[in-house]
């Protein structure tokens, strides 16, 4: 039923779709450049992601792309902005933005240290995998497998990446940063019930500029980047940008020393700007990126076959491949744990001023290859040696009108979003070394997948002071789970020896998302505002490694109502700014990877919904310049979850009585009141001073940073070995430059105290294991701008 369901759905999606899709074509020579322009260095009061309110000070928005010049230097107007982004000032929403200077200075070189400088943000990734799962507010999906959707959608030059794994490896020549919390979708892209993270890279700009840069670190580590944009006509720009990333290895095999971790990625990017008149602009954008990188190697926490005792120290690790292991996957009996997945991708961007409205369309293809060999038992022993295949790519399609009508009062926006999804993955295992378990095991399965969204956002002012908010999203995602299999191998001669094909099942999500909101501008820089959200995820499947029929069945969509209150302000002609947000969030059915019990089978890792939690917290960010060349900054978030309807499969006691009675029973606990285990603390804080010329030519610029995490609890009510301990780090650097010149020598360190940490951990076998983070890096960088 739920697969015919599916079809239908499917039929009707793709009616709808050949609708749009010629609207899109018509249209699809008109650009969008210039509407959604990128955040520069000489304009950063625009938006992260410039689109849908420009800024008091930036240049009209279907002008932008065309205007953009010099964004390798920061320039100055007549009315100076202490702080860039001033559109959000007068949103709705706790939104952080971070600009390209932010993110040199702070070392972000992943998406993953992102996190530092963003309250209430976690971004981490799973058993050693190269895949980050993000949590915004507690709101988040573990995924291994990389075939559901995030709770936290990563948004690159406005295109939704509804794979997460497709976000590895993109972070150079970024312009800017936006994050905002809660269900989003109503203005552009995709809807959920986390939030979004949205990238900006810089955009080619009128007159030449070309730049590099290198940055070199303890234990080998070396960080290249390079870029070069300049006009071909006219109306015609281009750029072209590129990053590599060599060594950083700091961990090493317990047994001989050898180390692990050692970076080799390297990634393209190319851009075209063209104006062929002055209300269009197109722009085409090609990406490309290798990670050939050593795996993120774990220790052990705890080993329930009492192979090996806790790691003391927690950059060792240990890994030792089979030969017939390595011969049946394809690989040298050599490797070490390792990445080799490749991406690449083409976006084109249209937008056109049709004088009562603005037309934007956005179409994008991106395709990832992952093969991954992780050792998820960090030991010698061969019981969780994985390796993980993926082929996938996506089409994506969004329509979007806005304007302003009524006199100006009520601003619009109204479009659609379509995507197309076709992924397959393997996921191997070397259980050689388990007893009862002596064979290779491989798990496979195709997921096709497409979503259709419809959305529409109204803002009214009902006085100059006084707006109301609504919007309105409806997504029909239509996904099925095809040859789902299980496969055994003899270990000696490679022959099969199990077989066992699943039947097809499909999900269908067809649900409406909304929100309502009123801003009050209690005066020309400080606002109030509340709103209502509630936020849908669609629901998905269990690929990890699928042993019965009850597994492939798949979970359901998960949603959320979130309510939330704030203030936006700037005080001392723009030189304090203070925001803070207070939130309460109502989680239903939270897709969770837990435990099933399966009749005549026993207990199976799967997805499940968890009936209801909740999760509530505060915010407050404050930037301050109170003199020139002094720069301050801190922010504060802190949150707390609980779950109000969770029972919870007790694995042990359900083993227990099968082996006094003979007979599989479900026995839970619960867990209602339960704390959801979440960081309860972040903080972040920065302090940097320019000081006045130094011999008259040269500026000299100190900058310390810090930031702390609370501690994690991974399981509910878990102890030792499944609670990360919060940890506190600090970084600093000094560099100099000269007043007019365009270059800059910077020396830093991170981690000054060397403080030890856990980024993650997880349960894949025997093994409970472990993710270091990085011990103190001291590195010096050298840049040239021209």
């Known amino acids: 039923m739920i697969m015919v369901r599916a079809e239908r759905q499917g039929s009707v999606v793709r009616n709808a779709f050949r609708g749009f899709l010629m609207l899109s074509v018509c249209t699809g020579c008109l650009s969008m450049a210039g509407a959604y322009a990128a955040t520069s260095k000489n304009d950063k009061s625009r938006r992260a992601i410039p689109s849908r309110h420009a800024d008091t000070h930036a240049a009209p928005v279907h002008h932008a792309a065309a205007k953009q010049d010099h964004p390798e230097v920061i320039s100055v107007t007549t009315k100076r902005r202490a702080f860039g982004f001033g559109a959000d000032q007068h949103r709705a929403g706790n939104i952080t933005n971070l600009t390209a200077e932010d993110l040199v200075t702070h070392h972000v070189t992943t998406v993953e240290d992102i996190q530092n400088l963003v309250p209430n943000l976690t971004i981490q990734t799973e058993g050693g995998s190269n895949v980050p799962d993000y949590y915004l507010r507690g709101i988040g999906m573990q995924d291994y497998t990389q075939n559901n959707m995030s709770s936290v959608m990563t ?46 890279t810089n955009d080619p700009t009128k007159t030449l500029h070309y730049g590099a840069s290198e940055d070199i670190a303890s234990y080998a580590r070396s960080k290249t980047n390079f870029y070069v944009s300049a006009p071909i006509t006219d109306r015609l720009q281009f750029r072209l940008a590129g990053q590599m990333l060599q060594g950083g290895a700091f961990r090493y095999n317990r047994v001989n020393g050898e180390s692990i971790g050692r970076a080799n990625e390297g990634a393209l990017r190319g851009k075209l700007a063209w104006q062929p008149d002055d209300k269009t602009n197109i722009k085409l954008t090609a990406n490309w990126s290798q990670d050939s990188s ?45 990445y080799n997945d490749m991406q690449w991708g083409i976006n084109l961007n249209a937008d056109r001023d049709l004088g009562w409205a603005h037309l934007a369309t956005i179409s994008s293809f991106q395709q990832q290859q992952r093969h991954e060999y992780i050792d998820r038992d960090a ?41 197309r999804v076709r992924a397959s993955g393997e996921n191997w295992f070397d259980y050689t070394d388990r007893a009862g378990k002596y064979y290779f095991q491989d798990s496979t399965h195709v997921q096709p997948q497409q979503n259709f969204s419809q959305f529409v956002n109204l803002k ?24 789902d299999a299980v496969y055994r191998y003899n270990p000696v001669t490679l022959a099969k020896t199990y077989s066992q094909v699943f039947a097809n099942h499909g999900a269908l ?68 700014r203070i925001n803070g947000a207070a939130f309460w969030d109502s989680y239903h059915d939270q897709q969770y990877f837990s435990y099933i019990l399966v009749p005549g089978w026993g207990t199976v890792g799967s997805y499940v919904n968890v009936p209801r939690s909740h999760i509530f917290g505060t915010e407050l960010s404050i930037s301050a310049h109170p003199f020139r060349g002094l720069t301050l900054s801190q922010n504060v978030g802190y949150q707390r979850g609980t779950y109000d309807d969770f029972q919870v499969l007790n694995v042990q006691a359900v083993t227990a ?63 030792g070995t499944y609670l990360l301990p919060a940890y506190f780090l600090m970084n600093g650097s000094v560099t100099f430059k000269p007043v007019k010149g365009r270059w800059a020598v910077t020396a830093y ?34 840049s040239y701008n021209f």
């Open 294 to 338: 050593e795996a993120q190697a774990g220790f052990v926490l705890s080993d329930s076959n009492n192979i090996l005792p806790r790691d003391q120290d927690i950059y060792a690790t240990g890994w030792n491949l089979n030969p017939q292991y390595a011969k049946l996957l394809g690989i040298s009996p050599n490797s070490k744990p390792s």
């Open 379 to 419: 030991e010698a022993y061969r019981s969780g040696d994985s390796y993980l295949t993926g082929s996938m790519n996506v089409f994506s399609q969004e329509v979007r009108l806005s304007g302003m009508a009524l006199h100006n009062r009520l601003e619009w926006v109204a479009g659609m979003y379509y995507n």
């Open 460 to 483: 009214y002012a009902l006085t100059p002071k006084l707006h109301l908010i609504f919007g309105l999203e409806h997504q029909s995602d239509d996904r099925q789970f095809l040859d």
């Open 509 to 576: 999500t067809n649900q409406f998302s909304g929100k309502v909101g009123i801003n009050y501008q209690v005066l020309q820089n400080a606002m109030l505002y509340a709103d209502i959200r509630r936020g849908v995820k669609p629901g998905g499947f269990t690929a990890n490694t699928t042993l019965t029929e009850q597994q492939a069945a798949g979970f359901k969509p998960e949603w959320l109502m979130a309510y939330e209150v704030g203030f936006k302000s700037e005080f001392f002609n723009h030189r304090l």
């Open 749 to 782: 360190a991170t981690n000054i105290l060397n403080r030890d940490y856990i980024v993650s951990r997880t349960l894949a076998t025997t093994v409970n294991m472990g993710i270091s983070g990085q011990p103190r890096f001291v590195g010096g960088r050298f």
């Open 155 to 200: 948004y690159f030059d406005d295109v939704p990446y509804t794979i997460t794994a497709m976000s590895s490896g993109q972070m150079f020549d970024v312009a800017s940063v936006g994050v905002e919390p809660g269900p989003v979708g109503f203005e552009h892209g995709i809807a959920d019930t986390g939030g979004e993270v949205r990238i900006t």
């Open 657 to 719: 009585y099968y082996a006094k009675t003979g007979q599989y029973r479900s026995i839970t606990d619960s867990y209602n009141g339960a704390d959801m285990g979440i960081p309860k603390l972040t903080l972040n804080g920065s302090i940097s001073y320019e000081t006045k010329p130094v011999f008259r030519k040269y500026t000299v610029t100190l900058q310390g940073d810090y930031s702390y995490r609370g501690a994690q609890n991974t399981v509910p009510r878990g102890t």
